[in-house]
Nanobody, 120 residues
Framework: QVQLVESGGGLVQPGGSLRLSCAAS????????VGWYRQAPGKQRELVAA???????NYADSVKGRFTISRDDAKNTGYLQMNSLKPEDTAVYYC??????????????WGQGTQVTVSS
């Protein structure tokens, strides 16, 4: 079994920063791509940022220059550093990881989500 647990969400004022973490646990052989998604009320879930196992990153245009995705494979953890937050960044943020288990099964896994609210 593999689990992803996000943390680091909360309430922050416009212009503030938050750092989200996504910790993977279980029978993990390797973590391939890691992505952060978000879903605001009444909107579809959208990709915010992603990072490959080689460290290649890509970002949604709306967060370029403000958000940074990273990973620490020794800790099986991914991160999303969010700076200069705006009210429109308010959403539930989800971590997604493509993981190969020790049984050599590869699948996409999702975390439970963490709420980020940007408001004064």
């Amino acid at each position: 079994q593999v689990q992803l647990v996000e943390s680091g969400g909360g309430l922050v004022q416009p212009g503030g920063s938050l750092r989200l973490s996504c910790a993977a646990s279980g029978s993990i052989r390797s973590i391939n791509a890691v992505g952060w998604y978000r879903q605001a009320p009444g909107k579809q879930r959208e990709l915010v940022a992603a990072i490959t196992s080689a460290g290649t990153t890509n970002y949604a245009d709306s967060v370029k220059g403000r958000f940074t995705i990273s990973r620490d494979d020794a800790k099986n953890t991914g991160y999303l550093q969010m700076n200069s937050l705006k009210p429109e960044d308010t959403a539930v943020y989800y971590c997604n990881a493509r993981i190969t288990t020790r049984a050599l099964w590869t699948d996409n896994y999702w975390g439970q989500g963490t709420q980020v609210t940007v408001s004064s």
